[in-house]
Nanobody, 117 residues
Framework: QVQLVESGGGLVQAGGSLRLSCAASGRTFSGYTMQWFRQTPGKEREFVASISWSGGTTNYADSAKGRFIISRDNAENTVYLQMNSLKPEDTAVYYC??????????WGQGTQVTVSS
């Protein structure tokens, strides 16, 4: 089992920044691709960004490109999402996800991000 705990959400004005963190514990963090998703009421959870185990490969949703940066610190078992130039449409619950082929995936409990106009 991998336990994921997100933090760093909150209320911010449009144009502002937030840094989300996701701390992993439990079984080894090794080899897991880490991802961020977000969800608003009545909508499906949507992909935001991902980062490979080595950190050498990152991917972003079009909505996040140029504004969000995903990074990880494997020594600290933590993944981050730096969110800049936030927009009201970024308002959502943000979830951390750990994925490894043949071992499944794990989700955190989510952290609320609210961007006011």
């Amino acid at each position: 089992q991998v336990q994921l705990v997100e933090s760093g959400g909150g209320l911010v004005q449009a144009g502002g920044s937030l840094r989300l963190s996701c701390a992993a514990s439990g079984r080894t963090f090794s080899g897991y691709t880490m991802q961020w998703f977000r969800q608003t009421p009545g909508k499906e959870r949507e992909f935001v960004a991902s980062i490979s185990w080595s950190g050498g490969t990152t991917n972003y949703a079009d909505s996040a490109k140029g504004r969000f940066i995903i990074s990880r610190d494997n020594a600290e078992n933590t993944v981050y999402l730096q969110m800049n130039s936030l927009k009201p449409e970024d308002t959502a619950v943000y979830y951390c996800n750990a994925y490894k082929a043949y071992e499944g995936q794990y989700w955190g409990q989510g952290t609320q991000v609210t961007v006011s106009s």
